[in-house]
């Protein structure tokens, strides 16, 4: 899978937007980005994913930049159940059921 | 909502010791993984199964071994436990292979060798 680069952290309000960047600029044409996201002490949680168009669902909105070579996982509202370490990956189209490989991820801390 | 549930989520264990650890997801998903995670090592696949009866070495089986008699339930064995094999133990299933597959994890089993 290719690589991804995120920040270490971030801290955001609660009741406020979060913006989480990703960068990978090595992506392929056929690479889908994946967000997970893993709260203390629990397993991690599939949060969204993309292709190209941006996409949105009850958790979150991913927006991908044109060329892909970046994505933002966007949190509407957030609370403090929000408080986790979020992945993005990116899985390739190599065929048939295979691992996840996360990075360090970014640490987002939500302040009440 | 999909469920996948872990034997336990904490266990002690001597070294040397035979572990079981099992896993069991309501879905129906054909494909489940076993994973571990340990600080600034990020997760590992150690095996995955896409069918009753297949499994498949991910990339650290060494010391392990997998068994999946039905399709709902993925067990991980550690033959004899060693204290490098203390770490968080994870679960996961999927329905879909390839690229668009979302993966729903276990809440974790936290191993410690001793």
């Known amino acids: 899978d290719a690589k991804t680069t995120q920040p270490n952290s971030m801290e955001s309000n609660e009741e406020e937007p979060v913006h989480l960047p990703c960068n990978h600029s090595?992506?392929?044409?056929?690479?889908?980005i994946h967000w997970y996201r893993q709260l203390p002490s629990q397993g991690p949680e599939y949060v969204i994913h993309?292709?190209?168009s941006n996409v949105n669902n009850r958790m979150a909105s991913l927006a991908i930049a044109e060329d892909r070579k970046s994505s933002t996982l966007i949190l509407h509202r957030a609370t403090l159940r929000d408080a986790a370490v979020y992945y993005c990956?990116?899985?390739?189209?190599?065929?048939?059921?295979?691992?996840?490989?996360f990075g360090k991820g970014t640490h987002l801390i939500i302040q009440p | 909502d999909v469920k996948v549930t872990q034997s336990s989520r904490y266990l002690v264990k001597r070294t040397g010791e035979k572990v079981f650890l099992e896993c069991v997801q309501d879905m129906d998903h054909e494909n489940m993984f076993w994973y571990r995670q340990d600080p600034g090592l990020g997760l590992r696949l150690i095996y995955f199964?896409?069918?009753?009866?297949?499994?498949e070495k991910g990339d650290i089986p060494e010391g392990y071994s997998v068994s999946r008699e039905k399709k709902e339930r993925f067990s991980l064995i550690l033959e004899s436990a060693s204290t490098n094999q203390t770490s968080m133990y994870l679960c996961?299933?999927?329905?879909?292979?390839?690229?668009?597959?979302?993966?729903?994890f276990g809440p974790g089993t936290r191993l410690t060798v001793l």
């Open positions: 993309g292709l190209t």
């Open positions: 996961a299933s999927s329905f879909l292979q390839g690229p668009g597959d979302t993966q729903y």
């Open positions: 090595t992506i392929s044409g056929t690479d889908y």
């Open positions: 199964s896409y069918d009753v009866k297949m499994k």
């Open positions: 990956i990116l899985r390739d189209p190599g065929g048939g059921a295979d691992g996840l490989t």
